[in-house]
């Protein structure tokens, strides 16, 4: 299939399955200049199913880096009101939002790091009905991926800029399935098999689980009472399906961070900040990191543990079958979107209170009870491998196999 083909159907994919765009609504995007031509068509295929506008604001890395090194902390400290009349007038208007991520992963590198949390903070406070609501399910919104030059050379140093960025779309067009005789088939597909695996999971309300491979893993992670898997796509209050994040192949829950016990090693090497952190391990005792190795990047893994108390525990346990698209490339993408759904992981830090029953609705100390972390970081790290097993067991002691080689078991 011709490149132009290609982009048109990944395009009507993340307008169609991903925003899951009506009509009459607006279509806000938000997009790097490298990746017009992508945006032009994902406009039209909007138009053609029925939406009422298309807004396109854009950016550059390179103009965001000069505003970083030259301009004071204070122009990052506040927000000005186009900004927040912007992002909150057009969810008001019960908007789509579609972001385009290109990143260079070393764009900000030794950049004045209070500047971006600055920014960060203060667009959280100015923006907060534009989150409220995403976060309450009245917006859609989608995430998905572009090559730019500088990404796809991080990707594949070893060739030209036009084959990086050739090679990088391709394992992109692959990652979501667009590659696919029917793409919008294939994620439908996809979401019967998250439901069906999550409703599984969240009945069965498994006590532990036992994580073994040839790598040396042997870890036992306690599963807080009436946990909830979560993964896949959401619903905004008007009942329309979405995909929050294209790719998305992870099934997740937040382990109750006072029951971790054995060791793990890493199956792919951690980008942390800017470090490769490669070949580690971590050794837990009742839920906490008591002692750990890395061949690469030791410093850099023993500072990420060091960052809290909670950077010592765990927040996160994703589930990904090695027969899955990105998996099976073996690529390290330096991007969440990709690398987080290569392989089972787990999270130091943070938990989600939206993987605890009722857990929107109750209080962080009610949270932290029930066994849910609290950090200020929250990191992915890779061990699944093709010979990971992992063993349920309810509170009773039955046992279920959740992964065998690698996949799911069920
Ligand atoms: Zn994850």
């Not at 594949?156 to 399935?177: D, H, M, N, Q, Y």
């Amino acid at each position: 299939m011709q490149f132009e083909e290609m982009l048109a159907k990944y395009a009507e994919l993340i307008v169609r399955s991903g925003i899951n765009i009506q009509k009459g609504q607006v279509l806000c995007i938000n997009a790097p200049i490298s990746a017009a031509p992508l945006v032009r068509l994902a406009a039209k295929s909007a138009y053609g199913a029925g939406a009422a506008e298309v807004v396109v604001r854009w950016s550059d890395e390179a103009l965001s880096r000069l505003k970083y090194d030259y301009a004071p902390l204070s122009r990052f400290e506040e927000v000005p009101e186009w900004f927040s009349a912007y992002n909150n007038g057009y969810a008001a208007e019960g908007a789509g939002f579609l972001s385009i991520d290109s990143a260079d992963p070393d764009a900000f590198a030794g950049v004045d790091p209070k500047k971006p949390a600055a920014w960060v903070k203060a667009v959280h406070a100015v923006c907060k009905p534009f989150y409220d609501s995403l976060d309450l399910g009245k917006n859609r919104w989608c995430i998905a991926a572009a090559p730019s030059p500088a990404w796809a050379k991080k990707v594949f140093p070893g060739e030209t800029e036009e084959k990086a960025v050739s090679l990088l779309w391709e394992a992109i067009f692959k990652a979501v399935r667009a590659n696919t005789p029917d793409p919008a088939a294939a994620w439908e597909e996809h979401r019967r098999s998250f439901q069906q695996k999550i409703e599984r999971l969240n009945t069965l309300q498994l006590d532990r689980l036992h994580y073994r491979n040839s790598l040396g893993t042997d870890l036992i992670i306690g599963m807080p009472e009436n946990h909830l898997w979560a993964g896949g796509g959401a619903e905004t209050t008007d009942g329309v399906y979405y995909f929050p994040n294209m790719p998305t192949e992870e099934i997740f829950a937040s382990p109750d961070k006072d029951r971790a016990d054995g060791i793990v090693y890493s199956a792919l090497p951690l980008n942390y900040q800017g470090t490769l952190i490669d070949r580690f391990w971590l050794k837990f005792e009742k839920g906490r990191i008591v002692d750990f190795g890395a061949e690469k990047g030791y410093d850099t893994l023993k500072a990420l543990i060091e960052t809290d108390e909670g950077a010592r525990h765990l927040g996160e346990a994703a589930l990904i079958p090695t027969k899955s698209p990105i998996s099976e490339m073996g690529i390290l993408f330096y991007n969440t979107l990709f690398d987080e759904n290569a392989s089972c992981h787990f999270a130091i830090g943070k938990g989600f209170p939206e993987c605890f029953r009722g857990g929107l609705e109750s209080t962080e100390e009610e949270l932290k009870a029930r066994g849910m972390n609290d950090s200020a970081a929250h990191v992915d790290f890779m061990l699944g491998t093709p010979d990971l097993s992992i063993t349920g067991y309810t509170k009773d002691g039955a046992e279920f196999p959740i992964f065998r080689n690698g996949n799911w078991a069920f």
